[in-house]
């Protein structure tokens, strides 16, 4: 066993160091790969002993624009030597721009900003909620939300109320009321749960953690058309989808829908810092007053600086295209493998889940195997290996991952 350092004074010295470092001070709510990371450009990592990786995982959608990317680290740069944090009790001259320009980015009218993806999740369903009362007439304390199975918004106690992963809510509760689950993908069930006091439904355009599953073509419009026969908001959670991962600016796009609320983050932070936000329809964000929802970090300047550089990254078509383009390759060179060592590949754009067939190495396994080969993924749901790389990716790079890939999953 690897000593820890346990003195100030003594610095770890190589990467069994470090992780024993980890180990031992960290509490143990994730079970990282055995790579310790010291440094990051573009699509490539390197870790302390100095060998190089491929990102094929881009932080869950958080690095789309790769890691350190000169525009946002520029503009986070400029920002970190001119003021970091107000306080949202002044104003300061970062905060209306990103809202506006995020705004006009995704043809929406109002921006709540925020901090985590689960912040943004959290602060929609409080809209939601306030919407349904004040504007609906929903009786108070009665408003219901409807979610899909298999979900994932985030793990804070409201958000695992609803989850259906039984290792996110075991001996957390007791749970947050006012949730209804149906199958994700089944748009009849979701209109069958529908009653007067249904206030929104929450829904992944694509679902990142049950393994990038998209639904069936029509799922989404017929969600969009329950929610205007009904009177109800629909919400959609394009934290992981969003912002040109799949191949669309906004992954609900592929499905000719708009949402009456979106939560972003992860690349909304531009792999920089966390930065997330609800956007929307005036009428729904407009429901909140002064002193009823908050967050001290929550459009902070150097969270706008950054975001408002994601933004002018997004201004064209630029990602989502390179997203569609290489996305493309990438499917064709995955789905050649189901039937040789793989069941099944999901996904859209660049962004792929990949079942490992029953007699192929287990998703820890095979993600192991692929770090020992230099490429970084990591598996969802035991045996679905999750392979989203930055968007910057070159196809060489990218073409030298999936050969790791094949060499691993392949038969």
Partial sequence: ??????????????????????????????????????????????????????????????????????????????QLNRVTLTSRAFHHDQLGLFCRELAELTGTEMV????????????????????????????????????????????????????????ARAEFGPFTP????????????????????????LVEPVQGEAGVVVPEPGYLRELRRTCDENEVLLIADEIQSGLGRTGELLASAHDGIRADLYTLGKALGGGILPVSAVIGSRDV??????????????????????????????????????????????????????????????GRGLWAGVDIAEDGPSGRAASEALAERGVLCKHTQDNTLRIAPPLVISREDLDTGLDAVTEVLGR
Avoid at 26 to 36: G, K, R, T, W
Avoid at 122 to 131: G, H, L
Avoid at 181 to 190: E, Q, R
Wanted: aromatic share 8%.
């Fill in 1 to 78: 066993m690897t000593a820890v350092p346990t003195s100030a004074d003594v610095l770890p010295t190589d990467a069994s160091e470090f992780r024993a470092l980890d180990e031992h001070y960290s509490a143990h709510n994730y079970h990282p790969l055995p790579v310790v990371i010291a440094e990051a450009f573009g699509s490539r990592v390197t870790d302390v002993d100095g060998r190089e990786y491929l990102d094929f995982l881009a932080g869950y959608s958080a690095l789309n624009f790769g890691h350190r990317h000169p525009d946002l680290t520029a503009a986070a740069v400029e």
């Fill in 112 to 167: 709540l900003p925020m901090n985590s993806g689960a912040e943004a999740v959290e602060s929609a369903i409080k809209v939601a909620r306030k919407w349904a009362y004040q504007v609906k007439g929903v009786p108070e304390d009665g408003a219901e939300i409807i979610v899909a199975g298999s979900n994932f918004h985030g793990r804070t106690t409201t958000i695992v109320s609803f989850s259906t992963d039984s290792e």
């Fill in 178 to 201: 006012g949730f209804t689950v149906t199958d994700y993908g089944d748009a009849s069930a979701v209109e069958a749960a529908i009653t007067e006091r249904t206030a929104a439904i």
């Fill in 285 to 346: 964000l407009g429901v909140l007053r002064p002193g009823e929802h908050g967050s001290t970090f929550g459009g902070n300047p150097l969270a706008c600086a950054v975001g408002r550089a994601v933004v002018r990254l997004l201004g064209d078509d630029h990602f989502p295209h390179r997203s569609r383009e290489l996305g493309a390759h990438m499917h064709d060179r995955l789905g050649a493998l189901v039937g040789h060592g793989v069941t099944a590949v999901r």
